[in-house]
T-cell receptor
């Protein structure tokens, strides 16, 4: 089974802090994704990566950046955390190729910015 | 542009009753469609996917979905609800153009009453 591991389940940070969310997958997937999940809005794509050192903006990239130095690891960075970034963050990975390939998700990080 | 609409943010059924969760999509190309389930404090788990091989798709935990092109629908059903089915359900469509990006609906929270 694919395993996507997010480093923290719960995280509390302060406004203005630089925050790192880490995600590791063990199935050699080319594609990795970061989403935020808010009630009534479903999942919204922040950034994705289709290869090492390659990244593309999603629908809501403002206030975030990402890093992918190794194939298995995809980091989400909040450069200067703000209260409106309090949310559930989900990481996912998938094989490259056919659009029929599903995404596999981690358990999420619930981030609170105070 | 592709999109997904889930009708009903909350659905409540009795244990043993039929479960019907509605999903309509918009796509200018033949779509790939997915249903995911999210149990409390967990990530998303793939229930089933439509990849054009068959219009009736069977998934895990007794769920199935039927692709109806004329109605642009992909509704999720289960003949008999179980208490353990209480969760949030997301319908998603794969974005044309590569990278296996998904567009998610806003989600439907299913409650099952004894």
């Amino acid at each position: 089974d694919v395993k996507v591991t997010q480093s923290s389940r719960y995280l509390v940070k302060r406004t203005g802090e630089k925050v790192f969310l880490e995600c590791v997958q063990d199935m050699d997937h080319e594609n990795m994704f970061w989403y935020r999940q808010d009630p009534g809005l479903g999942l919204r794509l922040i950034y994705f990566s289709y290869d090492v050192k390659m990244k593309e903006k999603g629908d809501i990239p403002e206030g975030y950046s990402v890093s992918r130095e190794k194939k298995e690891r995809f980091s989400l960075i909040l450069e200067s955390a703000s209260t409106n970034q309090t949310s559930m963050y989900l990481c996912a990975s998938s094989l490259r190729g056919s659009q029929s390939q599903p995404q596999h998700f981690g358990d999420g990080t619930r981030l609170s910015i105070l | 542009a592709q999109s997904v609409t889930q009708l009903g943010s909350h659905v409540s059924v009795s244990e043993g009753a039929l479960v019907l969760l509605r999903c309509n999509y918009s796509s200018s190309v033949p779509p790939y469609l997915f249903w995911y389930v999210q149990y409390p404090n967990q990530g998303l788990q793939l229930l089933l996917k439509y990849t054009s091989a068959a219009t009736l798709v069977k998934g895990i935990n007794g769920f199935e979905a039927e692709f109806k092109k004329s109605e642009t629908s992909f509704h999720l059903t289960k003949p008999s609800a179980h208490m353990s089915d209480a969760a949030e359900y997301f319908c998603a469509v794969s974005v044309a153009g590569g990278y296996n990006k998904l567009i998610f609906g806003a989600g439907t929270r299913l409650a099952v009453h004894p």
